[in-house]
């Protein structure tokens, strides 16, 4: 079929699949666009010409780079041993231990071949991984292994499989060369994804100083960056493009570090511009897959020699063989790391764990474009030995490792939900369980707009940095107020005369601990005795106008007024002032800052200790006591320093990435079935009207 008529067919089913999902809800969107490929295939003779060259840089350069650039490097480097240890030990005993097997379980196929077909069997598809590991309540620990593991195996897999295969046809093989070669592509192509990345982002910044603020224009440069290091990794070094994209990708998920964004509309372009080229090109992918499928079963389906029952078993053991040393491999893995590892007893070994892992290693667009690359014949020029029956194997255990997955983890976590595989971000448990909030199979509007508040706070914590934290803890302390107002709307009288109370119990608590610090650096003389007395008598005040019987409303308009008299002196003795007077406003700061610390860490152990027996209001409750605390240590390390050009910038920003994150939430919540539409209409409306106010500013000033 011609590139382009194919080009826009694929395009089209991507629309229509999607489409179809939204109604067949308890169907994997991955698993109907396979169907939909298969269809298309059968009824409509259409074959595409897949070659992994282009296949690997085309589709899979870019679906890796995105999920590297989402990977939290913190958990990468805390996870680093079991990382490596899933994504290079663990495919190469699947390379040789499962070829040994397969070669035992399948007799017609030479141990060689065995080796070949295992060894691109071994590493899990990445982009069905993420939207798995999205669904099911894996510990964050395994579950950021599963996503993390998916990212590397891929060179390991097609490394091994590209010296089996060698081997096969050239009847040669050199162990050390396949290892020489392995630790070559492996680690030139993390240095070359390294260096190319941090040259992009310094071309960025210096097309910047030089004025070329052309959004269209970064936004593009941000699109060819994972096509040109891959290209450059493969062609030029015979690196590993695959480790090249991924090295990127991580590099780009921390360019604050690199490079401020001057420009917040290159950042959300270029984003919105990502979110369509992965949507397109998961979907692609798997309409691939299903479209390549009948192609590679097609000659053993029709060969008399090999009766289909049989060939269908093969799969299936060979699935259940490989599922079987991954859980096996997990288990062991858990058990070493509760015995001899640094964080010891963190999580407990389970087989249970280890089985929903083990689930979760589903095989996809790797595999099938590996398989397709075998050549129809050897040097010798005889045919290559059973290439239609190991297609026809490698087709069967891609196909059942996405049905185990779409049937059995739902059944083994209680999900009701879909499971989506087509690559979306893992969400954030944080965010809390949306079932919970239900209330006879629906979610009220008050309830909903406080899980989109927790959505802002989580979406804040993460685009914080150096440069904007100020702004960024004052925007949670305020969504951390409506939050509260929501919580007191939605109760009765007497619960909310409780929480208040319970509040009330937590503030004193943050008080008391003030006093003990402010006793501490009076025995240590760490500042003078007038600006120890002053904030003595300032925390005094705090600790009266807490414990009176006011309505909420009313002690927090006490505490704002409080806080607005105090910055109001402080800029009378910054203008008018003398030296002394200037000092002893530094030294009260500081006794302030260190009191401040004291009740965080007060607040933080409390929570820590009684983390199971805390209602959620409360740790609600804590939360923001101690972001108000955070928010006033930023504002003493400020004190004087606070560019008011670039705080507002940096607000609204903020502001608009939150909103972004909340649109994105509603349009989730609606797909998934957990709101109405008319639910999801008036939470849009309440972002519109948010979004309006925030334009409406910039038009102002």
Not at 1 to 7: G, H, S, V, W
Not at 122 to 147: F, M, N, Q, W, Y
Not at 294 to 300: D, F, I, K, Q, S
Not at 385 to 397: D, H, M, N, T
Request: with cysteine; hydrophobic share 50%.
């Amino acid at each position: 079929m011609p590139i382009l008529e194919a080009t826009m067919l694929l395009l089209v089913l991507v629309l229509v699949s999607n489409v179809i999902s939204h109604y067949l809800v308890s169907i994997p969107t991955a698993l109907i666009q396979v169907g939909v490929g298969i269809i298309v295939a059968l009824f409509a003779d259409i074959q595409i010409e897949l070659e992994t060259s282009w296949f690997m840089l085309l589709f899979i350069a870019p679906l890796l780079f995105n999920d590297g650039k989402h990977y939290p490097n913190k958990e990468l480097w805390k996870l680093r041993a079991p990382i490596f240890a899933n994504a290079i030990l663990l495919v190469f005993i699947i390379t040789f231990l499962g070829g040994f097997l397969i070669h035992k379980i399948v007799p017609e196929i030479p141990l060689v071949v065995s080796f070949a077909l295992a060894a691109i069997l071994a590493p899990t598809d990445t982009v069905a991984v993420h939207g798995i590991a999205e669904r099911v309540k894996l510990p964050p620990g395994i579950l950021s292994l599963v996503t993390g593991e998916s990212l590397i195996n891929d060179a390991s897999g097609l490394i091994a499989f590209k010296y089996a295969i060698a081997a096969t046809v050239t009847g040669f093989f050199s162990f050390k060369n396949a290892t020489l070669e392995f630790f070559y592509m492996a680690i030139a192509g993390a240095i070359i994804g390294f260096i190319l990345m941090i040259l992009i982002h310094l071309l960025k910044i210096w097309l910047m100083k030089q004025g070329i603020n052309d959004v269209i224009l970064h936004t593009s440069l941000q699109i060819i960056a994972p096509f040109l290091i891959y290209f450059v990794a493969e062609d030029h070094f015979h690196a590993s493009g695959v480790i090249a994209v991924v090295a990127a990708g991580l590099v780009a998920s921390t360019k604050k570090n690199f490079a401020k964004d001057y420009l917040a509309e290159i950042h959300m372009l270029t984003e919105r511009t990502w979110d369509i080229i992965i949507y397109l090109l998961n979907g692609i992918v798997f309409l691939i897959l299903g479209i390549e499928f009948p192609v590679a079963m097609r000659e053993t389906i029709q060969n008399p020699h090999i009766g289909n029952i049989r060939a269908i078993g093969y799969a299936v053991l060979i699935w259940f063989m490989l599922l079987v040393i991954r859980i096996i491999w997990i288990y062991g893995y858990m058990q070493y790391d509760y015995s001899f590892g640094k964080q010891k007893g963190k999580i407990k070994p389970s087989f249970y764990i280890a089985l929903l892992s083990g689930l979760t290693g589903v095989r996809g667009a790797i595999t099938m474009a590996g398989i397709l690359s075998i050549p129809h014949v050897i040097d010798s020029g005889a045919i290559f030995p059973e290439r239609s029956l190991v297609l026809f194997i490698a087709s069967g255990v891609i196909l059942l490792s996405l049905l185990a997955a779409t049937i059995a983890l739902p059944l083994l976590t209680k999900q009701k939900k879909r499971i989506e595989m087509t690559g979306d971000e893992p969400g954030d448990e944080n965010v809390g369980n949306l079932h919970e909030l239900m209330q006879n199979g629906e979610i009220s509007e008050t309830k909903a707009r406080m899980h989109l508040i927790k959505v802002a706070i989580q979406t804040l914590e993460k685009e914080t940095s150096d440069e904007n934290r100020l702004a960024a803890y004052d925007l949670m302390h305020e969504y951390n107020h409506m939050n509260r107002h929501l919580r007191i709307e939605q109760n009765s009288k007497e619960d909310v005369a409780f929480f208040i109370e319970k509040e009330r119990d937590l503030r004193t608590m943050a008080f008391e601990s003030e006093f003990v610090c402010l006793e501490k650096l009076k025995e240590n003389q760490a500042a003078s005795d007038f600006s120890l007395h002053f904030y003595e008598q300032a925390l005094e005040k705090k600790l009266k106008l807490s414990n009176k019987d006011f309505r909420a409303k009313f002690i927090w308009l006490n505490i704002y007024l409080q806080r607005k008299s105090r910055r109001f002196m402080q800029i009378v003795f910054k203008k008018f002032g003398n030296k002394k007077s200037h000092t002893h406003v530094v030294e009260i700061l500081a006794v302030e800052k260190e009191c401040a610390k004291a009740a965080i860490q007060t607040l933080s152990l409390y929570l820590k200790k009684n983390k199971k027996d805390i209602s959620p209001s409360k740790k609600s409750a804590i939360y923001h006591l101690i972001v108000e605390y955070r928010n006033k240590i930023e504002r003493i390390k400020q004190y004087g320093q606070i560019d008011r050009q670039a705080y507002e910038s940096d607000i609204h920003d903020l502001r608009l990435k939150v909103l972004a994150s909340e649109r994105a939430r509603i349009q989730e919540m609606y797909e998934n079935g957990d709101i109405s539409r008319e639910l999801a209409a008036r939470l849009r409306q309440f972002v519109n009207y948010s979004e309006g106010s925030i334009m409406e500013v910039d038009f102002e000033n």
